[in-house]
């Protein structure tokens, strides 16, 4: 069982501590094992990699984790490799998916905030909390970035609407998402993105679940939402091909166990039978 307590600051390191090790948007991981998992600190020792930047991120399972980043793109230790987090999700128990996120959000949060957008002198990180600062200007602080999008299944009795992006691998469909604009509700979000992507209406908006999604850094909101009018015409930009399926017949579809569009598609069908 995985336990994980995030926390933002730590007095002092332990001997014993974990370690996820990124590379770009790349985790350490080993080939011979089938779930992803921190390193321990001798490991990490003797990796042969140069850590950039360390990043205390909490306790898993009363043990004090971090994540680093490095620039190698190779370690020396035996069956490691960096693979590309979208590639691994399913390797990643669910439990520990929350602190690999956080992981990989804080490292882009923090490369890409190296200097003040104000005054661009360079920036500090606060010790008490998880900030960036400018002793120069005394700019407001920082914060790690989070991008809220609106994600939702869109059903009519034993039918749910389905779409294919333009990005997907053919017969791969989904269930639409887009991000909140500023000043709107996540209800005005939903209604409009579904309208703008296909071309329908949708009434009875009923709030289902939430997830991180780090890729870069979004918080995805998930909604059912149960048709109401229109003919579905995909956008032809984001969406080339949308359709109503049966449940009992789906096309291939996002796993449940991985992502949240994957577990309103599985509840849904769940619930209806």
């Keep these: 069982m995985i336990n994980f307590k995030p926390a933002n600051f730590i007095e002092k390191e332990p001997e014993e501590s974990k370690f996820f090790v990124i590379n770009n948007d790349?985790?350490?991981?080993?080939?011979?094992?089938?779930?992803?998992?921190?390193?321990?600190?001798?490991?990490?020792?003797?990796?042969?990699?140069?850590?950039n930047e360390k990043h205390f991120l909490g306790y898993l399972n009363d043990e004090a984790c971090y994540v680093v980043s490095v620039e190698q793109s190779e370690s020396i230790l035996e069956n490691s490799e960096f693979?590309?987090?979208?590639?691994?999700l399913g390797r990643i128990p669910d439990n520990l998916f929350e602190v690999i996120s956080r992981s990989i959000q804080i490292i882009n949060w923090s490369i890409s905030h190296k200097y003040c957008g104000s005054c661009g002198a360079e920036m500090q990180?606060?010790?008490?909390?998880?900030?960036?600062?400018?002793?120069?200007?005394?700019?407001?602080?920082?914060?790690?970035?989070?991008?809220?999008?609106?994600?939702?299944?869109?059903?009519?009795?034993?039918?749910?609407?389905?779409?294919?992006?333009?990005?997907?691998?053919?017969?791969?469909?989904?269930?639409?998402?887009?991000?909140?604009?500023?000043?709107?509700?996540?209800?005005?979000?939903?209604?409009?993105?579904?309208?703008?992507?296909?071309?329908?209406?949708?009434?009875?908006?009923?709030?289902?679940a939430s997830q991180a999604w780090p890729f870069p850094s979004q918080l995805m909101l998930g909604y059912y939402a149960e048709y109401d009018s229109g003919e579905i015409t995909p956008d032809k930009e984001e969406i080339d091909t949308a359709d109503w399926f049966k449940i009992d017949n789906l096309p291939n579809v996002p796993p449940y166990n991985i992502s949240i569009s994957g577990m309103l598609i599985e509840n849904y069908i769940k619930n209806f039978k």
């Design 83 to 88: 693979l590309n987090l979208r590639s691994v």
């Design 26 to 51: 790349s985790l350490l991981s080993f080939s011979n094992e089938q779930f992803l998992r921190p390193l321990s600190a001798e490991e990490l020792k003797w990796s042969g990699l140069d850590v």
């Design 125 to 208: 990180q606060d010790k008490l909390e998880r900030s960036m600062i400018c002793k120069q200007c005394n700019a407001h602080p920082v914060y790690p970035r989070i991008s809220p999008c609106v994600i939702t299944l869109i059903y009519r009795k034993d039918q749910i609407l389905l779409a294919h992006n333009v990005n997907f691998p053919e017969n791969f469909y989904s269930t639409l998402a887009g991000f909140i604009e500023p000043g709107e509700s996540v209800e005005a979000a939903l209604e409009r993105e579904v309208y703008e992507e296909v071309g329908v209406n949708v009434k009875n908006i009923e709030y289902f």
